[in-house]
């Protein structure tokens, strides 16, 4: 089983720069594929980027392409989405979640991180 914590969140003016962690413990595999979600009051939930664990290939959605970042450390088991140039917009609770089986559904999820942009 995998679990997923999430730190790094908070009060950024729009211009400024976040850099969210999910730390990830449990039972880690190649075929793992991780995931940073974002969900905004009254808006739906959104895919922002993800990274594989084995070979870090990664997709970032065209909302942040440019401005946030996807990577992973596998020596420390963490997860991070380097976020710049941030937007109001970008105001939302921010999700790390693992696909823990090959081809499946993201089936685990940390709690989540508030981050907010001021204008």
């Known amino acids: 089983q995998v679990q997923l914590v999430e730190s790094g969140g908070g009060l950024v003016q729009a211009g400024g720069s976040l850099r969210l962690s999910c730390a990830v413990s449990?039972?880690?595999?190649?075929?793992?594929?991780m995931g940073w979600f974002r969900q905004a009051p009254g808006k739906q939930r959104e895919l922002v980027s993800t990274?594989?664990?084995?070979?870090?290939?990664?997709s970032i959605a065209d909302s942040v392409k440019g401005r946030f970042t996807i990577s992973r450390d596998s020596a420390k088991n963490t997860v991070y989405l380097q976020m710049n140039n941030l937007k109001p917009e970008d105001t939302a609770l921010y999700y790390c979640?693992?696909?823990?089986?090959?081809?499946?559904?993201?089936?685990?999820w940390g709690q989540g991180t508030q981050v907010t942009v001021s204008s």
């Open positions: 979640a693992a696909k823990t089986t090959l081809g499946g559904p993201y089936d685990c």
């Open positions: 990274i594989t664990w084995a070979g870090g290939i990664t």
């Open positions: 449990g039972r880690i595999s190649s075929r793992n594929v």
